[in-house]
């Protein structure tokens, strides 16, 4: 069925590095993608979003890359601190719909 | 800009028992959202608004679940009865066109 899902359940760096979260969808009608970042104890937060046609988008430490040939999403954050901590998720808005789509998450840990 | 306001922050019911949750969405949004969050797992919508009209409760169980827009703002999801595998955090957010603002969420414990 369709699904938007992610690589890896949890990613582990060390403080300063760069972090790479990646996310695959199976819907070729998605046209907009949103990371969403969530701690513990919180609802989710808007981290960046891009729209089907985009390839690459920028924001303050985080980049969302988009390859719609492979349908496959990928969310950067650059010299990762402790406050990156968190649960990663992306989700999709399908072409004429509302509805918000969540994948299962990444868990990303800072390492000192 | 107040975010999305719910409450209560943390609810315990015995299974079989009713539950209530309240959302006050950000003044303007047009479209609501109720998202279920099994511990460990992605939020699932449960019901969507637009004002106050339902635009897709496919996933709600029906069953059990209500909610209700009545004057396109505030919402109330109602659990009846419960039981213990509703236990999630239950997430409120809005929207007014592309991005959704999320509230902190009630996490409810069915024991």
């Known amino acids: 069925g369709e699904s938007v899902g992610l690589h890896l359940p949890t990613l582990s760096v060390q403080e300063g590095d760069n972090s790479i979260i990646n996310c695959a969808y199976s819907n070729s009608a998605s046209d907009y993608f949103i990371w969403y970042k969530q701690e513990s104890g919180k609802g989710p937060q808007f981290i960046i979003d891009i729209r089907s046609n985009m390839d690459k988008r920028q924001g303050q430490r985080v980049t969302v890359l988009l390859n719609k040939t492979v349908k496959h999403l990928s969310l950067q954050i650059a010299a990762t601190q402790p406050g990156d901590s968190a649960v990663y998720f992306c989700?999709?808005?399908?072409?004429?719909?509302?509805?918000?789509?969540f994948g299962q998450g990444t868990r990303l840990t800072i390492n000192p | 800009e107040a975010g999305v306001a719910q409450s209560p922050r943390y609810k315990i019911i015995e299974k079989r028992q009713s539950v209530a949750f309240w959302c006050n969405p950000i003044?303007?949004?047009?479209?609501l959202y109720w998202y279920q969050q099994i511990l460990g797992q992605g939020p699932k919508l449960l019901i969507q608004?637009?004002?106050?009209?339902?635009?897709?409760d496919s996933q709600l169980p029906k069953d059990r679940f209500s909610a209700e827009r009545l004057k396109g703002v505030d919402s109330t999801l109602k659990i009846q009865p419960a039981k213990l595998e509703d236990s999630a955090v239950y997430l409120c957010?809005?929207?007014?066109?592309?991005?959704?603002?999320f509230g902190q969420g009630t996490r409810l414990t069915v024991v």
């Open positions: 989700a999709e808005k399908r072409k004429g719909a509302q509805k918000l789509v």
């Open positions: 957010a809005s929207s007014r066109g592309t991005e959704a603002f």
């Open positions: 608004f637009q004002n106050n009209g339902v635009v897709d």
């Open positions: 003044s303007g949004h047009a479209t």
